[in-house]
Structure formats: C-alpha cells, structure tokens
Nanobody, 126 residues
Framework: QVQVVESGGGLVQAGGSLRLSCTASGFSFDHYAMGWFRQAPGKGREGVSCISWSGGSTLYVDSVKGRFTISRDNAKNTLYLQMNSLKPEDTAMYYC???????????????????WGQGTQVTVSS
C-alpha cells in the first residue's frame, strides 16, 4: 500500500524557518521523482518544488527560490523541504507527492503525481 506522510508544519513568525518531512512507504521511493505542493484557502494547488529520483535535479517555483531547499534521503525513504525566510504568503497546506512514472526528471505539474499525503499546515504570521 502506497503511503506518504507529511510532518513538520506549524505556526511561525515571518522570517522564521521550518523543515517539512515526508516519509514514504509501499513503493520503491528511490525510483521516483517527488514533489512538494501547497494550497492556500480559496486558491488552487501550486507546485512548490520537486526533486528527481536521484536527487541530482531540482526545480522551484519562482516565489520560493533562494528561500526553500528540497532534498531527499533515499536510504530513509524521506523527502524534506527546508523553508527559510518565511513570509505570510507562504501560509498554506503543504503536500508531498510521488511521480506516477519512475525514472523521470521532476516537474511541478501536479497532474504528473498520483500518490499524495494528507498534508501539513504551515502558518506564517506577520
């Protein structure tokens, strides 16, 4: 049974940091690109960052470049998102997801991903 579980969200002041984690099970984690997505109230789901199966290739949405860092530990089946210099506009539910096809470079289109977690809430106060 494929499962991804996010953790690490919380309430933080603007300028602060959080580290999100996503633990995967039930599939060959090291074969799949992984992505972080977010959805704020009243808005659509947005691709934040993704990483290839090997960790050698990453992508970021422009609004988080230079502030967020995605990484993965294939030995631990875990995906991370280090978020620094957080802004109130980063407030959202954050989700991790696994690509639907193994071996691809990552992409921020949510339609490519078919294994989603339940999300972890990130709230940034001003």
């Amino acid at each position: 049974q494929v499962q991804v579980v996010e953790s690490g969200g919380g309430l933080v002041q603007a300028g602060g940091s959080l580290r999100l984690s996503c633990t995967a099970s039930g599939f060959s984690f090291d074969h799949y690109a992984m992505g972080w997505f977010r959805q704020a109230p009243g808005k659509g789901r947005e691709g934040v960052s993704c990483i290839s199966w090997s960790g050698g290739s990453t992508l970021y949405v422009d609004s988080v470049k230079g502030r967020f860092t995605i990484s993965r530990d294939n030995a631990k089946n875990t995906l991370y998102l280090q978020m620094n210099s957080l802004k109130p506009e980063d407030t959202a539910m954050y989700y991790c997801a696994a690509d639907s096809i193994p071996g691809r470079l990552c992409d921020l289109a949510s339609s490519r991903y078919d294994s989603w977690g339940q999300g972890t809430q990130v709230t940034v106060s001003s």
